[in-house]
């Protein structure tokens, strides 16, 4: 099974901040990866595919980036409606998600 | 708009089962892939399986095989988890959620269903 390794678990940051998020994959997944953000109580939501492609509606201000075993997901200025969990997710071998990161107000 | 709707909250005993299920509408629920998803409180996401509405084929997590089932009524656009032998750590949030080929990911959600294992 392939493993995916979030960090950091918890990112405590301001509005404004530029914001990285990093996911690290046991094997190559070339650039199989999404990007989900949570909020409490509610489903997750599509963010980046494919490392690197924006899901329609998203807002700029997110950008992923990275192939093979490492990736990014970049919040350029972080806003208010930005705080929140978000999960990395591998799609080359069946499905596999990270542990998650905590995005919270500093 | 497009939408997956999931039943209501579960109270199950342990060993018990548990069919959870997904109502799409929106979009043809043939042409996209169904999968099962659960979040134990405080935890993380974790994948259970795939269904392909229109052949029925399914694949399963290692972890869940042999009491995960996944089926769907096609005349209803509605897809079914069934967990058994249900244990205290299957306590969850289940979400069903479409598999979009063209992008790989999961790009609808359903709202979750609480399933809740005790005695």
């Known amino acids: 099974d392939i493993q995916m390794t979030q960090s950091p678990s918890t990112l405590s940051a301001s509005v404004g901040d530029r914001v990285t998020i990093t996911c690290r994959a046991s094997?190559?997944?070339?650039?199989?990866l999404a990007w989900y953000q949570q909020k409490p109580g509610k489903a997750p939501k599509l963010l980046i595919y494919k490392a690197s492609s924006l899901e329609s509606g998203v807002p700029s201000r997110f950008s992923g980036s990275g192939s093979g075993t490492e990736f990014t997901l970049t919040i350029s200025s972080l806003q208010p409606d930005d705080f929140a969990t978000y999960y990395c997710?591998?799609?080359?071998?069946?499905?596999?998600f990270g542990q998650g990161t905590k995005v919270e107000i500093k | 708009q497009v939408q997956l709707v999931q039943s209501g909250a579960e109270v199950k005993k342990p060993g018990a089962s548990v069919k959870v299920s997904c109502k799409a509408s929106?979009?043809?629920?043939?042409?996209?892939?169904i999968n099962w998803v659960r979040q134990a409180t405080g935890q993380g996401l974790e994948w259970m399986g795939w269904m392909n509405p229109n052949s029925g084929n399914t694949g399963y997590a290692q972890k869940f095989q042999g009491r995960v089932t996944m089926t769907r009524n096609t005349s209803i656009s509605t897809a079914y988890m069934e967990l058994s032998s249900l244990r205290s750590e299957d306590t969850a949030v289940y979400y069903c959620?479409?598999?979009?080929?063209?992008?790989?990911?999961?790009?609808?959600w359903g709202q979750g269903t609480m399933v809740t294992v005790s005695s």
């Open positions: 929106g979009y043809t629920f043939t042409s996209y892939d």
């Open positions: 997710q591998q799609y080359n071998s069946w499905w596999t």
């Open positions: 094997q190559s997944i070339s650039s199989w």
């Open positions: 959620a479409r598999g979009n080929r063209a992008v790989g990911a999961f790009d609808i």
